[in-house]
Nanobody, 117 residues
């Protein structure tokens, strides 16, 4: 099992920056990828960013490219989502997801990000 705990959410103004953190515990040695997803009000959960553990490859949703950066700290088993130039459309609950192997997924409980205009 892998346990995930997100933190860093809050209320910010448009144009501000925010950094989310996802701390992993448990069988973290088996994690192959970690990713961020988000779910806005009345919307389905959507992919935001991901980082592969073996080669550090990163991927982003088009809506956040150039504004968000996913980074990891191996020593702390933590993944960060650095968000800048936030706008109200970024308002959502942000979830962390860990992938073990190719098909086993673990989710955190989420952290709320609210961007006011």
């Amino acid at each position: 099992q892998v346990q995930l705990a997100e933190s860093g959410g809050g209320l910010v103004q448009a144009g501000d920056s925010l950094r989310l953190a996802c701390a992993a515990s448990g069988r973290t040695f088996s994690v192959s990828q970690m990713a961020w997803f988000r779910q806005g009000p009345g919307k389905e959960r959507e992919f935001v960013a991901a980082i592969n553990w073996n080669n550090d490859t990163r991927s982003y949703a088009d809506s956040v490219k150039g504004r968000f950066t996913i980074v990891r700290d191996n020593a702390k088993n933590t993944v960060y989502l650095q968000m800048s130039s936030l706008n109200p459309e970024d308002t959502a609950v942000y979830f962390c997801r860990a992938r073990r192997g190719t098909s086993v997924f673990y989710w955190g409980r989420g952290t709320q990000v609210t961007v006011s205009s």
